[in-house]
């Protein structure tokens, strides 16, 4: 089973038709020459409560405590290392995740969670459709938030379409103020925390209370705080449906297989009102299911999905009508579960009258497993093994060589030392693979002359020296020869290593 590539609606198609392999019939959700750009009907969310909607709950809460809280969370690094747990410092040009440092020369740690990341939401989805989109995106999480403010505010779904519906009053317009304070407030908290993340939070706190901060760090909070109000408040579904690429690329990762919000055409089709004076077995033989359209699966959903019309883009995954169409089958006397978690496979085999199964093994969910083990490992690896000494050199191109009155060859080259421990470093500098090299540093005596230079490197900081390498006429071979620049560390003994050439007549 797949979704399709457009943003139509994904039609309707039967169990039954499924099983035979019928085209299904094209229902979709815009009116027959309708342009495509038109104003989307404004969606009213009613509430529900059940299984769904408390896991959606449990998820908003500590989805938001974990952003909210850990900017504040301390890590001790030691004196003059940043104590803050999580933090991306851009004036220092180091990332630092608990005990994890992270310099710009190692950004492929960041390429390595990204595709963690992705491969963790294409298994996600494998198993479970847009469980990401319906739980754990931060567009849902924020959203959610912002429509539980406006029913606390305006109401329960009713009253909120009449209170748009109504001319504007004094009542009206305090009820909006009120509505629109509480999102702005909101979104300058998230965007607020989110600059934690770039500054020492309780630093930062500190200037923001005495009025000090720069005019970035202001523009940075405006803007994210503009973000988070426009799209949690204003833009909500449409950037799930329209603007958000999952919407499309989720098509490729699902089959027969995986769960989806289903709802059992079989069971509750053909759709009709419940009369009081009808039984059910009436209803059936009239051909009526048990769906009784009573719309409260399409009211309860944040994106305004008919979810009876088959799988959909629109549709992120939340169960959110679960709850809803179980609370009115409990009403009215009839099983749960017309709209359920469920597969392709498994709506066939209840037709065909065969026992259900889970199959969570295949070769989707293998491959995403093992793609995330293997990068998983390779980071964990490199972060076991990772150098505390990094060494680069740079040569002299203008001019290539200097032969000096002796007779003697002299190339200029630019070293580099990488210190990443968070103490000051001496260094052995020797080059190998020239006879009777002689090094020096231009400004430095201190770091000696010789076959070798003790160089020096401050805690957590790059050292750079200018060092001139002689080879006496007889040593000297024509043309380029290979050379190795060799740091040892004076203390633990580590050894970086770079390779460059040597250039003479």
């Not at 500190?206 to 760090?217: A, C, R, W, Y």
């Not at 968070?422 to 090094?439: C, K």
Request: net charge positive; with cysteine.
């Amino acid at each position: 089973m797949s979704l399709p590539q457009d943003d139509s609606t994904l039609t309707r198609r039967p169990a039954q038709a499924a099983k035979q392999g019928a085209p299904a019939p094209t229902e979709p959700h815009e009116e027959p020459g309708r342009h495509w750009f038109v104003n989307r009907p404004k969606v009213y969310a009613a509430d529900v409560k059940g299984r769904f909607r408390q896991l959606k709950w449990a998820a908003l809460i500590v989805l938001l405590a974990i952003y909210y809280i850990t900017p504040w969370i301390r890590w001790e690094r030691g004196p003059g290392i940043p104590d803050q747990a999580v933090l991306v410092d851009m004036v220092g040009r180091r990332a630092y995740f608990l005990w994890i440092e992270i310099w710009p020369q190692e950004v492929y740690y960041l390429t390595g969670l990204l595709i963690l990341g992705t491969f963790g939401i294409f298994f996600a989805t494998t198993l479970a459709g847009r469980i990401w989109c319906g739980y754990a995106c931060p567009q849902t999480v924020w959203t959610d938030l912002f429509m539980w403010v406006e029913r606390k505010i305006e109401g329960p779904r009713t009253a909120r379409i009449r209170l748009d519906k109504a001319p504007m009053t004094g009542a009206k317009l305090a009820r909006k103020g009120a509505k629109h304070a509480a999102w702005v407030a909101i979104s300058v908290l998230t965007g607020g925390a989110w600059v934690f993340y770039f500054n020492d939070a309780p630093t930062l706190m500190n200037e923001l209370l005495h009025g000090q901060i720069t005019s970035g760090v202001a523009t940075f909070i405006a803007l994210f705080s503009f973000t988070t109000y426009f799209f949690a408040g204003w833009a909500r579904e449409q950037i799930c449906i329209y603007v958000c690429p999952w919407r499309s690329f989720q098509s490729a990762m699902v089959d027969e297989d995986t769960f989806l919000v289903t709802y059992e055409d079989w069971r509750g089709e053909g759709r009709a009102p419940l009369r009081k004076s009808q039984s059910w077995e009436e209803r059936k033989a009239a051909g009526l299911g048990d769906c009784i359209d009573c719309k409260q699966c399409v009211h309860v959903c944040p994106t305004g999905t008919d979810i009876r019309e088959g799988q959909q883009i629109s549709c992120i995954g939340c169960g959110l009508c679960v709850d809803a169409c179980n609370d009115v089958m409990k009403q009215i006397g009839r099983p749960i579960d017309l709209v359920r978690f469920d597969t392709q496979s498994n709506q066939i085999a209840k037709i065909d009258g065969k026992p259900e199964r889970v199959k969570l093994v295949r070769a989707r969910t293998v491959i995403y497993s093992l793609i995330m083990l293997v990068v998983a490992c390779a980071m964990g690896i490199a972060l076991l093994l990772r150098p505390t000494l990094d060494v680069s050199v740079l040569r002299d191109r203008a001019p290539l060589f200097v032969t000096l009155s002796d007779g003697s060859v002299q190339n200029a080259y630019t070293i580099k030392l990488l210190n990443k421990t968070h103490i000051a470093r001496s260094y052995a500098v020797t080059v190998e693979g020239l006879t009777g090299a002689h090094l020096s540093v231009a400004g430095n005596d201190e770091a000696g002359s010789g076959t070798s230079l003790t160089l020096r490197a401050e805690a957590d900081s790059v050292a750079t020296y200018r060092v001139f390498v002689k080879v006496p006429a007889a040593a000297v071979k024509s043309g380029s020869t290979d050379v190795s620049v060799i740091a040892k560390d004076q203390t633990s003994g580590e050894v970086g290593k770079h390779i460059s050439v040597f250039m003479a007549p």
